[in-house]
Nanobody, 125 residues
Framework: QVRLIESGGGLVQAGASLRLSCVGS????????MGWFRQAPGKEREFVAA????????YYADSVKGRFTISRDNAKNTVYLQMNSLKPEDTAVYYC??????????????????WGKGTLVTVSS
């Protein structure tokens, strides 16, 4: 069974940092573009960050640019999201995603093959 399992969420104060991890199992994801999406209460799921299969290119939503960093370790079948200077508006369930295409297609979220079940990040003011 192919799975993506997120971890690292929690409750923090504004200005703090968190590091999310997403571990893949059941297959290798080294050829996949990987990304993070989030869904805040009452809102639609939105793109956060993406990284190419090699890790050579990344892309971020404007709302997190300069604060979040996506990275991956293909040897560990894992992708990370380092989140710094967290704001209350970052509060959401964060989902890991694997797309066989490019980060351009992953951003749209329509061609994602695998989704994780999410990890909750809550930022208090």
């Amino acid at each position: 069974q192919v799975r993506l399992i997120e971890s690292g969420g929690g409750l923090v104060q504004a200005g703090a940092s968190l590091r999310l991890s997403c571990v893949g199992s059941g297959r290798t994801f080294s050829s996949y573009s990987m990304g993070w999406f989030r869904q805040a209460p009452g809102k639609e799921r939105e793109f956060v960050a993406a990284i190419t299969w090699s890790g050579s290119s990344t892309y971020y939503a404007d709302s997190v640019k300069g604060r979040f960093t996506i990275s991956r370790d293909n040897a560990k079948n894992t992708v990370y999201l380092q989140m710094n200077s967290l704001k209350p508006e970052d509060t959401a369930v964060y989902y890991c995603a694997a797309d066989p295409g490019t980060i351009a297609t992953l951003r749209r979220g329509r061609t994602v093959d695998y989704w994780g079940k999410g990890t909750l990040v809550t930022v208090s003011s």
